[in-house]
Antibody, heavy 125, light 109 residues
Framework: QVQLVQSGAEVKKPGASVKVSCKASGYTFTDNFIYWVRQAPGQGLEWMGWINPNSGGTKFAQKFQGRVTMTGDTSISTAYMELSRLRSDDTAVYYC??????????????????WGQGTLVTVSS | SSELTQDPAVSVALGQTVRITCQGDSLRGDYASWYQQKPGQAPVFVIYGKNNRPSGIPDRFSGSRSGNTASLIIIGAQAEDEADYYCNSRDSSGKHLGVFGGGTKLTVL
């Protein structure tokens, strides 16, 4: 069965960096994009970006450009998200999710069919 | 600001039907997907495509689309359906960027 298992909770000081891992199993890691989504306390889901594990290509939401790095290690089927220059408003649960999708002649359907359990990152002095 | 707009809160009487909507220009092209999230849990994928349910999702959940509006419909809402619901799509730029709606808190009365 498909599983995404994330690394444990982190506490960081402002200005530091954090690296969260997401280990995939139960499918071919290079077949699907991995997305990163975060959720601040009491807030909604926020799309951060994705990595194509097959090519290493990435794309990020504009607000994270210059601060986020997404990488993958195909030898261990693991994706990583590193966020630098942390601020207090980066305190959130960070999720990885696998993208699936298909297109018909008229429309496409994209979805996140499996999610990691989430990693709480707390930024506090 | 989000390119997908959802009502912040909706309520439904137990056993009745509720529609949760999501509006955005990108929905004229690609279909939305829908996620249920309960407190302290990761989101769960409930609807995708024209009207498809992943395995394990009850058939009281369905989806539809009209113009720039996607809907999640729950026929015969149960107490366990009380949760936050989010829609998602790629944004309208065509650049493979994603966007979530702001979420709808569903209360089952």
């Amino acid at each position: 069965q498909v599983q995404l298992v994330q690394s444990g909770a982190e506490v960081k000081k402002p200005g530091a960096s954090v690296k969260v891992s997401c280990k995939a199993s139960g499918y071919t890691f290079t077949d699907n994009f991995i997305y990163w989504v975060r959720q601040a306390p009491g807030q909604g889901l926020e799309w951060m970006g994705w990595i194509n594990p097959n090519s290493g290509g990435t794309k990020f939401a504009q607000k994270f450009q210059g601060r986020v790095t997404m990488t993958g290690d195909t030898s261990i089927s693991t994706a990583y998200m590193e966020l630098s220059r942390l601020r207090s408003d980066d305190t959130a649960v960070y999720y990885c999710a696998r993208e699936g999708g298909f297109c018909t002649s008229t429309s496409c359907a994209w979805y996140f069919d499996f999610w990691g359990q989430g990693t709480l990152v707390t930024v506090s002095s | 600001s989000s390119e997908l707009t959802q009502d912040p809160a909706v309520s439904v009487a137990l056993g009745q039907t509720v529609r949760i909507t999501c509006q955005g220009d990108s929905l004229r092209g690609d279909y939305a997907s829908w996620y249920q999230q309960k407190p302290g849990q990761a989101p769960v994928f409930v609807i995708y495509g024209k009207n498809n349910r992943p395995s394990g999702i009850p058939d009281r959940f369905s989806g539809s689309r009209s113009g720039n509006t996607a809907s999640l419909i729950i026929i015969g809402a149960q107490a366990e359906d009380e949760a936050d619901y989010y829609c998602n799509s790629r944004d309208s730029s065509g650049k493979h960027l994603g966007v979530f709606g702001g979420g709808t808190k569903l209360t089952v009365l």
